[in-house]
C-alpha cells in the first residue's frame, strides 16, 4: 500500500504476534522492530510499537509455553486455564491495536486520504480478525496454538482487505535501490518461523532436540538450571540467519562483517542483562518478590483478583519471561483462590494475562529490543511511552478477573 502506517500495522500487530506464538522469548520486538524502522517509523515509536504489539499473544507465548506451570501448579487441564485467560485477554486485547495504530500514526508527518480508516477501522478489524480465532482455538483446542493462529487466520483476512482496499496506489519503486526479491529478503524469517514449527509440532524431533540438556546444580542444592541448546529460540535464529544468508548469496566477508557488527553491539547489552537478571534472581531466590505478593493477598483477601494481574506483570518485569512469572507465582495464586473461595482457573487466568502486559516494560526485553535498532542506552524513551498503556490494562485485567471470580 501506499500508506506505510498499514503496512506498519501488520507487522506490529500480526507480524510480532505470529513470532511470539512460534517463537516467544523476546523474538517478537527483536524482529519486527528493523521491519518498522525500514518503512519509516522512528526508532523509539517502532520499538514501543513491536513491545506493545504482541503482548496479547504472551499469555500463550511459543506454542503454549507459559502454561506449563500453570498446570504444574493446579492439576487442572490445560484447556480450562486457556479458556479463561483467553476469554480476559480478548475482553482488554481489542484496545492494544488501536493504540499501536496511534503510535505509527504520530510517527508519519503526512496523511494519505485513507487516514481515517487507517487509524480506526482497520485496527479495530485487526482485533477483531486476532481475538475470534485466537478464542475460538483457546477454548476449544487448548494452549498451544491461539497466538500462532490467530495471527495467521486473522492476519490473512487483514492482508486480503488491505490488498482489495488500499493497495491500488503502490509507490513507485527506486530506479537507484539494489533490488532483492520478497522471497529473498523474507528468507530468514521464513526459515526461522518453519524451524520453530517443525522443532515444536513434530513429537518425535521435539523430544530428540529436548534431550540434549546442559545442566547445573549448587553444591549445596539450593539452586539448579538448565538449557537445551538445540531447542533454545536463540540456536533457531542462529540457524536462520545462517541458512538465510546462503539462500540470499551472501559473500564471505558480508558474514564477517556483519557478525562483528552484531558482536560489538552485544557487549554493553549482555553487560546490562547480566546485572538485571542477576538482580532478579537475588530478589527470587531470597524471597523478597514472594513476600511482597503474600502480604498483598493476606491484606486484600476477597479483592485479590484485583491484584493478580498485577502480581503476574511484577513477575515479569523482575524476570523478564512471561512463561517465568508464572513458575513464580502460580502456586501463591492457586493457594490465595482456595484461601479466599475463588476460581482457581480464572485467577490463573489472570496471572497469565499480567504476566503477558507486563513483557511490554520488563527491563530485560527493553534492552534486547532496543539493541537490535541502535537504541542502546535508551531504553528510558521507550519505557515512558509503554508504561502509560501497560499500567492501566492491567489495572483493567483485575476489573475484569473480580468481575468473573464472582460470577
Given at each position: 500500500?501506499?500508506?506505510?502506517?498499514?503496512?506498519?500495522?501488520?507487522?506490529?500487530?500480526?507480524?510480532?504476534?505470529?513470532?511470539?506464538?512460534?517463537?516467544?522469548?523476546?523474538?517478537?520486538?527483536?524482529?519486527?522492530?528493523?521491519?518498522?524502522?525500514?518503512?519509516?517509523?522512528?526508532?523509539?515509536?517502532?520499538?514501543?510499537?513491536?513491545?506493545?504489539?504482541?503482548?496479547?499473544?504472551?499469555?500463550?507465548?511459543?506454542?503454549?509455553?507459559?502454561?506449563?506451570?500453570?498446570?504444574?501448579?493446579?492439576?487442572?487441564?490445560?484447556?480450562?486455564?486457556?479458556?479463561?485467560?483467553?476469554?480476559?485477554?480478548?475482553?482488554?486485547?481489542?484496545?492494544?491495536?488501536?493504540?499501536?495504530?496511534?503510535?505509527?500514526?504520530?510517527?508519519?508527518?503526512?496523511?494519505?486520504?485513507?487516514?481515517?480508516?487507517?487509524?480506526?477501522?482497520?485496527?479495530?478489524?485487526?482485533?477483531?480478525?486476532?481475538?475470534?480465532?485466537?478464542?475460538?482455538?483457546?477454548?476449544?483446542?487448548?494452549?498451544?496454538?491461539?497466538?500462532?493462529?490467530?495471527?495467521?487466520?486473522?492476519?490473512?483476512?487483514?492482508?486480503?482487505?488491505?490488498?482489495?482496499?488500499?493497495?491500488?496506489?503502490?509507490?513507485?519503486?527506486?530506479?537507484?535501490?539494489?533490488?532483492?526479491?520478497?522471497?529473498?529478503?523474507?528468507?530468514?524469517?521464513?526459515?526461522?518461523?518453519?524451524?520453530?514449527?517443525?522443532?515444536?509440532?513434530?513429537?518425535?524431533?521435539?523430544?530428540?532436540?529436548?534431550?540434549?540438556?546442559?545442566?547445573?546444580?549448587?553444591?549445596?542444592?539450593?539452586?539448579?538450571?538448565?538449557?537445551?541448546?538445540?531447542?533454545h529460540p536463540g540456536t533457531m535464529l542462529f540457524i536462520s540467519f545462517l541458512l538465510g544468508a546462503l539462500v540470499q548469496r551472501a559473500r564471505p566477508d558480508q558474514l564477517r562483517d556483519s557478525l562483528a557488527s552484531a558482536g560489538k553491539t552485544l557487549v554493553p547489552v549482555a553487560a546490562a542483562l547480566v546485572?538485571?537478571?542477576?538482580?532478579?534472581?537475588?530478589?527470587?531466590?531470597?524471597?523478597?518478590?514472594?513476600?511482597?505478593?503474600?502480604?498483598?493477598?493476606?491484606?486484600?483477601?476477597?479483592?485479590?483478583?484485583?491484584?493478580?494481574?498485577?502480581?503476574?506483570?511484577?513477575?515479569?518485569?523482575?524476570?523478564?519471561?512471561?512463561?517465568?512469572?508464572?513458575?513464580?507465582?502460580?502456586?501463591?495464586?492457586?493457594?490465595?483462590?482456595?484461601?479466599?473461595?475463588?476460581?482457581?482457573?480464572?485467577?490463573?487466568?489472570?496471572?497469565?494475562?499480567?504476566?503477558?502486559?507486563?513483557?511490554?516494560?520488563?527491563?530485560?526485553?527493553?534492552?534486547?529490543?532496543?539493541?537490535?535498532?541502535?537504541?542502546?542506552?535508551?531504553?528510558?524513551?521507550?519505557?515512558?511511552?509503554?508504561?502509560?498503556?501497560?499500567?492501566?490494562?492491567?489495572?483493567?485485567?483485575?476489573?475484569?478477573?473480580?468481575?468473573?471470580?464472582?460470577?
Amino acid at each position: 500500500s501506499s500508506d506505510p502506517r498499514l503496512t506498519a500495522l501488520v507487522v506490529a500487530w500480526f507480524f510480532a504476534l505470529l513470532l511470539e506464538g512460534a517463537a516467544g522469548f523476546g523474538t517478537s520486538a527483536a524482529l519486527a522492530a528493523p521491519f518498522l524502522v525500514a518503512i519509516g517509523m522512528g526508532p523509539v515509536a517502532a520499538v514501543t510499537a513491536a513491545m506493545l504489539g504482541h503482548i496479547v499473544g504472551v499469555t500463550f507465548g511459543a506454542v503454549g509455553t507459559p502454561v506449563v506451570p500453570m498446570v504444574t501448579a493446579s492439576g487442572l487441564e490445560p484447556v480450562e486455564i486457556s479458556a479463561s485467560m483467553a476469554l480476559q485477554a480478548s475482553v482488554i486485547g481489542w484496545v492494544v491495536p488501536i493504540v499501536v495504530a496511534f503510535l505509527i500514526a504520530r510517527s508519519y508527518t503526512t496523511q494519505p486520504a485513507q487516514a481515517g480508516w487507517a487509524r480506526w477501522g482497520l485496527p479495530l478489524i485487526s482485533a477483531i480478525a486476532f481475538l475470534v480465532p485466537f478464542l475460538l482455538i483457546a477454548v476449544f483446542v487448548g494452549p498451544e496454538l491461539p497466538t500462532l493462529g490467530g495471527a495467521i487466520a486473522g492476519g490473512a483476512v487483514v492482508i486480503l482487505l488491505i490488498r482489495r482496499f488500499a493497495a491500488h496506489d503502490r509507490p513507485p519503486a527506486d530506479p537507484d535501490a539494489e533490488s532483492m526479491s520478497l522471497a529473498k529478503a523474507m528468507a530468514p524469517y521464513l526459515i526461522l518461523v518453519a524451524l520453530v514449527l517443525v522443532t515444536r509440532l513434530v513429537g518425535p524431533l521435539r523430544e530428540a532436540l529436548q534431550s540434549i540438556e546442559l545442566s547445573w546444580s549448587a553444591a549445596d542444592g539450593t539452586f539448579s538450571g538448565s538449557f537445551q541448546p538445540f531447542y533454545h529460540p536463540g540456536t533457531m535464529l542462529f540457524i536462520s540467519f545462517l541458512l538465510g544468508a546462503l539462500v540470499q548469496r551472501a559473500r564471505p566477508d558480508q558474514l564477517r562483517d556483519s557478525l562483528a557488527s552484531a558482536g560489538k553491539t552485544l557487549v554493553p547489552v549482555a553487560a546490562a542483562l547480566v546485572a538485571m537478571l542477576s538482580l532478579a534472581r537475588i530478589m527470587v531466590h531470597a524471597g523478597m518478590v514472594d513476600a511482597i505478593a503474600a502480604a498483598a493477598a493476606d491484606a486484600l483477601g476477597g479483592a485479590w483478583p484485583l491484584l493478580a494481574p498485577s502480581v503476574g506483570a511484577l513477575g515479569t518485569f523482575v524476570t523478564g519471561s512471561a512463561t517465568a512469572s508464572n513458575a513464580l507465582f502460580s502456586d501463591l495464586q492457586v493457594a490465595t483462590a482456595e484461601a479466599i473461595g475463588q476460581d482457581v482457573a480464572v485467577m490463573l487466568g489472570a496471572q497469565g494475562l499480567g504476566a503477558a502486559l507486563g513483557n511490554a516494560i520488563a527491563p530485560h526485553n527493553l534492552i534486547a529490543a532496543a539493541a537490535i535498532v541502535a537504541l542502546a542506552g535508551r531504553e528510558n524513551e521507550i519505557l515512558r511511552r509503554s508504561i502509560p498503556v501497560v499500567i492501566p490494562l492491567v489495572l483493567a485485567a483485575g476489573a475484569v478477573a473480580l468481575v468473573l471470580a464472582n460470577l
